[in-house]
């Protein structure tokens, strides 16, 4: 069946002194926390911008779905992904101790993120819109995070 999606993001640090610093942590979910709220933001601006982690655009509305959103919120901006906002708003995070996971319950969350067939006799192939990832300059995000965050 269409489930939700998730992604994981765990910082692996080797034995400079940032990785010493890292070990004495006792308690890095407030870290990944923030680690993960920089992340949702940009899940956010992807939505905003419509593209996918890489940049490339997401494929625009087919003509049907273009006709039924007119239907159905005649003027309504025609955003990709958006019509109503609660998938937009489904995205979360849930920090712990070793990680962040970022992602959606949202069922339809891995069918509009992989693509895939879907509506009856799943007749309707829905393109591929890649919403989670790393973004080019997200490591590098993430690392100055980690040494804000542990005063470097």
């Known amino acids: ?6 992604f994981s993001v765990t910082i692996e640090v080797d034995r400079d002194r940032f990785g010493e610093i ?5 308690d890095k979910s407030p870290f990944y926390q923030a680690v993960g709220e920089h992340l949702l933001n940009r899940v956010h601006d992807r939505f905003e911008a419509q593209r996918a982690p890489d940049g490339s655009p997401w494929q625009p509305l087919a ?6 959103r007119e239907k159905a919120r005649p003027g ?7 019509m109503w906002g609660d998938f937009y708003s489904s995205f979360n995070i849930r920090p712990s101790a070793d990680d962040v996971k970022i992602g959606t319950a949202a069922v339809q969350g891995a069918l509009q993120h992989f ?3 879907a509506g009856r006799g799943l007749k309707v192939t829905i393109p591929a819109r890649p919403i989670l990832g790393l973004e080019a300059d ?14 470097l």
């Open 138 to 151: 997200d490591p590098e995000e993430i690392m100055e995070t980690a040494k804000e965050w542990l005063d």
């Open 63 to 68: 003509p049907v779905t273009i006709a039924a």
């Open 22 to 26: 890292m070990e004495t942590l006792a």
């Open 115 to 117: 693509g895939g067939q």
């Open 76 to 82: 309504a901006p025609l955003t990709i992904l958006r």
């Open 1 to 6: 069946g269409m489930t939700g999606i998730s």
